[in-house]
């Protein structure tokens, strides 16, 4: 297939632009995950009819981490309704980095669920709803975005769950103002393990091709996220996504898009594509800093950015898709 042969050749162009660099910290503060390579450099896209391409350490799995953190806020609105989260969590870019402990004045919610204390607010519904299946609920839904049955590291959880005071004064301080039900630290856990998910490059960019898919998986044709719910994942990956970086990405990139602490990066062009990231070298506001760069390089060659004028439904990946 043309385009197959053309985004393959793209991949591997931008792979191989960014793999010397080595700008960038590790992860430190879950021990486990200063084990990461800093050589392990992979991407994947999978196009929104399925066709799947891969360069460099795409197979490597690593821990999810806050990507995690988009669907679960899926699952939530699918569960209780959007004016019911609203009570608990709201949509409003923090500034702020995304474990710092605050939450908005008056109605002491968190900011928003991509930050810990939106994100540990939308589990601890979540366990609300399914108790003790909760974390099976999860799992579930996460492979069927992946197209294959995920999942955790268990190392990586027990890690987290041994130094993760800051997570979990988070979540005692929620229950203070009664944002979260009392059984907090079995929400909590549920935190942990969900970070933990095991994931490669082509499991984060089928999930991400399932998002710019309106909720249907491209690869296996399942439908994993109700698709008025999808337009909401997406808008909160827009303006909170990439954490305090998210204004300049979205100046720069213009996509929704996710990052995790372990070093992924989820980017969803509306319709056309998903794109994976995987390099634990990341700048001092926990995102990916080869993935912004080939992320960056990647919405300029193909003028993805929702407002550019090459895009509008005719930028050329769209003309590729179309032609195929
Ligand atoms: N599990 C991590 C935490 O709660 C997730 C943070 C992230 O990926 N930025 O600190």
Not at 13 to 35: D, R, V
Not at 207 to 216: W, Y
Request: with cysteine.
């Amino acid at each position: 297939m043309k385009e197959q042969v053309w985004l393959q050749e793209l991949i591997d162009h931008l792979h191989s632009k960014h793999a010397s660099n080595f700008e960038g910290e590790i992860a430190t503060y879950i021990p486990e995950l200063s084990k990461a390579d800093p050589a392990h450099f992979g991407a994947a896209f999978v196009t929104s009819n399925g066709s799947i391409v891969e360069a460099g350490t795409a197979d490597v799995c690593f821990t999810i981490q806050s990507i995690s953190k988009p669907l679960t806020y899926g699952m939530a609105l699918e569960a209780f309704g959007e004016d019911e989260v609203a009570k608990y969590v709201g949509v409003e870019p923090s500034g702020d980095a995304f474990n710092s402990i605050e939450l908005e004045k008056l109605s002491n919610r968190p900011f928003n669920p991509m930050v810990n204390a939106g994100a540990i607010t939308v589990t601890a519904m979540l366990y609300q709803k399914y108790g003790d299946n909760t974390f099976h609920e999860i799992m579930s839904r996460f492979s069927a975005a992946a197209g294959r049955q995920l999942e955790f590291d268990e190392d990586v959880y027990r890690s987290e769950s041994r130094t993760g005071h800051r997570n979990r004064a988070i979540a005692y301080l929620l229950l203070n103002f009664g944002m979260v039900p009392d059984q907090v630290e079995a929400a909590l856990d549920i935190y942990f393990k969900q970070c933990s998910i095991l994931v490669n490059c082509r499991d984060l960019a089928t999930i991400a091709a399932t998002l710019s898919n309106l909720g249907k998986n491209p690869v296996t044709q399942t439908e994993v996220f109700d698709i008025d719910r999808v337009k909401d994942m997406l808008s909160i990956m827009f303006t909170c996504g990439m954490y305090d970086y998210s204004g300049q990405w979205a100046y720069r990139v213009g996509v929704p898009a996710k990052s995790g602490v372990s070093g992924g990066v989820m980017s969803v062009v509306n319709r056309q594509l998903g794109i994976a990231t995987y390099s634990p070298l990341l700048d001092s506001k926990g995102n990916s800093c080869r993935g912004i760069r080939l992320c960056t390089d990647l919405a300029q060659e193909l003028g993805l950015h929702v407002f550019d004028c090459m895009n509008a439904g005719s930028s050329y990946l769209n003309a590729m898709l179309e032609n195929n």
